[in-house]
Nanobody, 125 residues
Framework: VQVVESGGGLVQAGGSLRLSCASS????????IDWFRQAPGKEREGVAC????????YYVDSVKGRFTVSADNAKNTVYLQMNNLKPEDTAVYYC???????????????????WGQGTQVTVSS
């Protein structure tokens, strides 16, 4: 099982980025994919999650209305479209998934078994 993030970078406040999480080694549609982020000195937090079978999406309050999570099953890839970025969105962003199929989105890092290496997002003011 492998998940690999890409798409991070430096952007000005108000700008946009799209992160990608390319997956392999498992039946993609059967697994929830969660996006987490971790800023320096802070705990890792769940940001957005798309459920197995892609029926639902969940967001932390601080990104609702600005971030959108979506999936392309043909490419085994989940995207995180981030609009109206703010300096407080600066963090390393990770995607993660479970070992067990059809596990639910929880936003709790300890519930996830497979992680990517992370991609840095920096928002300047």
């Amino acid at each position: 099982v492998q998940v690999v993030e890409s798409g991070g970078g430096l952007v000005q406040a108000g700008g946009s980025l799209r992160l990608s999480c390319a997956s392999s080694g498992f039946r993609f549609d059967d697994y929830a994919i969660d996006w987490f982020r971790q800023a320096p000195g802070k705990e890792r937090e769940g940001v957005a999650c798309i459920s197995s079978r892609r029926r639902s999406a969940y967001y932390v309050d601080s990104v609702k209305g600005r971030f959108t999570v979506s999936a392309d099953n043909a490419k085994n890839t989940v995207y995180l479209q981030m609009n109206n970025l703010k300096p407080e969105d600066t963090a390393v962003y990770y995607c993660a998934t479970h070992r067990i199929a059809r596990s639910i989105c929880t936003g709790v890092p300890d519930d996830y078994d497979y992680w990517g290496q992370g991609t840095q997002v920096t928002v300047s003011s």
